[in-house]
């Protein structure tokens, strides 16, 4: 009796530490959204937080994912602003710039002015169902709230605003509240799997997430940095601006602090005749350094149809090298 009582506390105490140092890992990139958008504020606040007569204000989650200030949500939370207002896990807060949204993924790219922020980093594995998974979101306004549970299924479609689709949508058991939304789906590591972004009414362990992959996919349409192209000039890649490991740069010698991860490989592209693949990291292009999207904008204008580029780049650890013709 004893010792099932031992297992079972060892256990919890294993499960409970992993949730704490995935929230630890992934809060300080956690934000708070308030969006203004005039007449009613959200039906589901309290007259506490404001009620006719005052000026609407919806609530959401985000989360910081490069360190510039740039920062996902969903599209819906966003969605007819005439202001945003982020607030960081510090207490800071700041006036938000709306990149653009991609409402077909449900998700939006805002830009704060502020650098040296802490980031969510995004995981690299695939899912399982029974995997344990966290979320970190602002529900009903209590800000930094930590929820666990598990893959409940994958690859669910759910009906969303406007008669758009969701698909290939998370379904968990982790439970999600009016004000999760656009807040991390973390794994046992703290790595970003997905964001939250739907419930059931009135179900209970039913909450949905976008993937990953989707929201990568997502991030490159809104920035268009990476479907590198000038007139006819094209390498056909999308892609985003990542921070690179600091024992990795040392041991390779670089001293850029920056990279372009690949999300997108455009099909017979440039790009993937050379055998470049998605989240291959470019790190230079014809000699130059390439730290984020629009260096590798700038190095592909130089060209016409038939030049050779070379690009150098890591993939698993190892620098790299192809020859990609325009």
């Known amino acids: 009796m004893m010792e099932t009582e031992e297992r079972d506390a060892q256990a919890l105490d294993a499960y409970s530490r992993a949730v ?12 708070r959204i308030d969006v203004e958008r005039g007449g009613l504020r959200w039906p589901y606040l309290s007259p506490a937080y404001g009620g006719p007569g005052f000026d609407a204000t919806g609530l959401g989650s985000g989360f910081l994912f490069a ?6 949500t969903n599209a819906h939370v966003v969605e007819g602003a005439r202001r945003i207002r982020v607030t960081l896990a510090d207490g800071r807060s700041f006036d938000a710039g709306l ?7 449900d998700v939006a790219l805002l830009r704060i002015g502020a650098d040296r922020l802490p980031v969510a980093e995004f995981g690299r594995g695939k899912l399982r169902v029974g995997q344990l998974v966290i979320a970190v979101g602002n529900p009903y306004g209590l800000n930094w709230t930590v929820t666990a549970g598990v893959v409940s299924a994958l690859g669910r479609t759910l009906e969303g605003r406007g008669g758009r689709r969701l698909t290939n949508l998370i379904q968990t058991d982790t439970p999600i509240n009016p004000g999760n939304s656009g807040g991390p789906l973390v794994d046992s590591s703290g790595r970003v799997v997905g964001m939250t972004t739907a419930m059931v009414a009135l179900a209970q362990g039913l909450g949905f997430s976008i993937p990953l992959e989707a929201l990568q996919g997502a991030i490159a349409r809104i920035t268009r940095g990476g479907t590198v192209r000038t007139g006819s000039v094209a390498l056909g890649v999308g892609g985003m601006r990542v921070q690179l490991d600091p024992a990795l740069r040392r041991s390779l010698q670089l001293s850029q602090p920056s990279a372009m991860e690949l999300l997108e490989v455009h ?20 000699g130059e350094p390439v730290t984020e999207p629009r260096d590798l904008q700038r190095i592909v204008r130089r060209h016409v149809p038939g030049d050779r580029l070379v690009v150098n780049f890591l993939r698993d650890g190892r620098l790299r090298r192809v020859t990609a013709v325009l």
């Open 99 to 105: 990149v653009g949204t991609d409402a077909d993924a």
């Open 267 to 286: 099909r017979d592209s440039p790009a993937e005749r050379a055998g470049l693949r998605r989240l291959d990291l470019i790190v230079a292009a014809d």
């Open 20 to 31: 704490t140092t995935a929230a630890e890992r992934v809060g300080p990139a956690v934000v």
């Open 67 to 72: 360190s510039d200030g740039q920062v996902l």
